[in-house]
Structure formats: C-alpha cells, structure tokens
C-alpha cells in the first residue's frame, strides 16, 4: 500500500524565516505534485516533479524531488503571511500493467498546515 | 479559477437520504476523479472516469456510485446517507488518461444530519 508522510503536520513561521516542509512516500513513482489550500477552498496545483533531481521554484517556494530517497522537499524563503495555508504532496500509483506505467489517481498525505505571524 | 465546476456548492441532507453531486471539467480535459476530503481520513481518491468509463476505483463505498455522460461531465451519486459521509467532495480534471496535474473544482460540501 503506498503511503505518503508529510512532515510537520503543523508549522507555525516567523516572517522573513525560512523553513522546509518534507514528504515521504512509500513505493515507486515518478512524479509528484505538490497543491495548496486554503480554508474552506479547492485545492490549486502549485508544481509537478517529474524526475529525480527535479527543481521548481515559483516566488518564495521551491520544490525539489529525490526519487532514490522517495522525498520531497518544500522550501519557504522569507515566510509572509500571504503563505499561511495547508500544503499537501501527492503521488500516483504506478502500476506496470497501466497506460504509462501510472494509474492516475493521486495518493495524498495529510497536509502540512503552515501559519505565518508577524 | 480553475474551470472546473460542481453543483451545489453545499447539501444538507438527512441520514438514509440519497444526494447526486455534479461536475464539469475544464474545457477539453477527458479524465475525471472524484475525492473525498474529511478531517479524520484526509483526501481519499474515490474513482476515476476517462471519455466516460470507469478506470480506477479507490476507497469508494459500495453505496457510492458515480457516472460520466457523453458531454463529460460527471455525477457522484451517494445513498443511504450515514453521518460519516459528512465530507468535502472535490471532482478534478486532466486532459488526458494518466499521468498529468488535476486541476480541482471548488467542491461540494455535504452535511448529514
């Protein structure tokens, strides 16, 4: 069964600090994404890992993706407010027997609640 | 915005009660998945329609059901409503069958009283 870990579950950040959200996953797959929410609201996809080594940055948020060590890694860079939501990664179940080796549903963890004070 | 839509944006409803929550991907997109999003079991991948046959089925109950029409879109019909199915329902959508970002609906929020 595959499992994806986030950790911490809760982050309280300071303004202007820096800090890193992680996530484990349990079996194979190539390609992670990483999604926001904000309370009461949709998810809003913020990036997709394709392959080991993988980086992506996008304003004070960088992904980045080690398939061998099955972790992804997000990092804040001078936390604002404005990033205060809950982030979760996710992964899609490969099975070899499927179109393109992926089955397609994503397996998520449980979220990553950050909160940014002044 | 992320041009996927569902109806209605939130349901109250009694226990042993039947609901039908609606969803219309984004323009194009051929793959639809339903998730469950509750506190105690965090988002759950339901089933997955592609070009309007099922491809995947997850933790979906055997009182769930779900469907997508010729023109797409897709329905999400839950019976013999518990209080356990108290949850956010979100439908997602991808252009293609595997392999590609889901882009999420704003979901339907469903109350069993």
């Known amino acids: 069964e595959l499992k994806v870990e986030q950790n911490p579950l809760f982050l309280s950040m300071q303004e202007g600090k820096n800090y890193t959200i992680y996530c484990n996953y349990s079996t194979t797959s190539d390609r992670l994404y990483w999604y926001r929410q904000d309370p009461g609201k949709s998810l809003e996809s913020l990036f997709v890992?394709?392959?080991?080594?993988a980086v992506k940055q996008e304003g004070r948020l960088m992904a980045s993706l080690d398939t061998k060590a099955r972790l992804s890694t997000l990092h804040i860079t001078a936390a604002v407010h404005d990033l205060s939501a809950t982030y979760f990664c996710?992964?899609?179940?490969?099975?070899?027997?499927?179109?393109?080796?992926?089955?397609?549903?994503?397996?998520f963890g449980k979220g990553t609640k950050l909160s940014v004070k002044p | 915005d992320s041009g996927v839509t569902q109806t209605p944006k939130h349901l109250i409803t009694a226990t042993g009660q039947r609901v039908t929550l609606r969803c219309s991907p984004r323009?194009?997109?051929?793959?639809v998945y339903w998730y469950q999003q509750s506190l105690d079991q965090g988002l759950q991948f339901l089933i997955h329609?592609?070009?309007?046959?099922?491809?995947a089925k997850g933790n979906i109950l055997e009182r769930f059901s779900a469907q997508q029409f010729p023109d797409l879109h897709s329905e999400l019909n839950l019976s013999s409503l518990e209080l356990g199915d108290s949850a956010l329902y979100f439908c997602?959508?991808?252009?293609?069958?595997?392999?590609?970002?889901?882009?999420f609906g704003p979901g339907t929020r469903l109350l069993v009283l």
């Open positions: 890992l394709l392959s080991n080594g």
């Open positions: 996710a992964v899609d179940i490969i099975t070899g027997l499927n179109y393109g080796g992926s089955q397609g549903n994503l397996i």
């Open positions: 323009s194009g997109d051929l793959s």
């Open positions: 329609y592609y070009n309007g046959e099922e491809r």
């Open positions: 997602a959508s991808s252009r293609r069958l595997y392999q590609e970002t889901q882009y």
